[in-house]
């Protein structure tokens, strides 16, 4: 049981360069989410997807797309990357709520370190 | 909207001191707490939560209790280990939201 994985672990992009980040689940989540990690700033909500198929915008979308094509997998993609776009990027999944609990626990990917030049 | 606020960083202690590490939220209704740690190199873990007022999260000799008076979610710890080096993220999920929203994370680093 892998848990929340992701590849590539680190990668190095030109400006207006596009690239694809994976992220797999293996725990039959219905909930994936993409975080960026930027010093001093905490964990902002980039895009997440509350089934396969399904997605929607976070706190910070622009300059990223998204798709869930099957339910294990949760693909982040910059299209023409940008310098502003350097940083950790976190993938977590959880299950989904049940009616009268509340937030499930979510479960991080060790992250992609990503440095736009 | 919600968010929340850590105490800032870094914090350098001793082995075996006391830590605390404020947190303190705005939300509306009754937002779910949490704190999370990210030891070095790796994804962030959940360390304790607590889902209504006066609830004490647990873990690993770390404590939080949620109170709702002072909007407040303060880790603690009795006695840190160098093990326990790592950054610590307190979030919030808003009522009814299947969304986290982080503080700023705060840099522990315990000397042996």
């Known amino acids: 049981n892998a848990g929340v994985t992701q590849t590539p672990k680190f990668r190095v992009l030109k400006t207006g360069q596009s690239m694809t980040l994976l992220c797999a689940q293996d725990?039959?989540?219905?909930?994936m989410y993409w975080y960026r990690q930027d010093p001093g700033m905490g964990l902002r909500l980039i895009h997440y997807?509350?089934?396969?198929?399904?997605?929607a915008k976070g706190e910070v979308p622009d300059g990223y797309n998204v798709s869930r094509l099957k339910k294990q997998n949760f693909l982040l993609g910059l299209e023409s990357a940008a310098p502003s776009q350097t940083s950790v990027y976190f993938c977590?999944?959880?299950?989904?709520?049940?009616?009268?609990?509340?937030?499930?626990?979510?479960?991080f990917g060790p992250g992609t370190r990503l440095l736009v030049l | 909207g919600n968010s929340v606020t850590q105490m800032e960083g870094p914090v350098t202690l001793s082995e075996e001191a006391f830590l605390t590490i404020n947190c303190t939220y705005t939300?509306?209704?009754?937002?779910?707490l949490f704190w999370y740690v990210q030891y070095p190199g790796e994804g962030l873990q959940l360390l304790l939560k607590?889902?209504?007022?006066?609830d004490k999260g647990s873990n690993k000799g770390f404590e939080a209790t949620y109170r709702k008076e002072t909007t407040s979610f303060h880790l603690e710890k009795g006695s840190v280990q160098v093990s326990d080096s790592a950054v610590y993220f307190c979030?919030?999920?808003?009522?009814?939201?299947?969304?986290?929203?982080f503080g700023q994370g705060t840099r522990l680093t315990i000397n042996p």
């Open positions: 979030a919030l999920s808003g009522q009814g939201a299947q969304k986290l929203v």
């Open positions: 997807s509350v089934g396969e198929g399904t997605t």
């Open positions: 977590a999944s959880s299950f989904l709520r049940t009616s009268g609990s509340r937030m499930e626990t979510q479960y």
């Open positions: 607590a889902t209504k007022a006066d």
């Open positions: 725990m039959n989540h219905e909930y």
């Open positions: 939300a509306t209704g009754y937002p779910s």
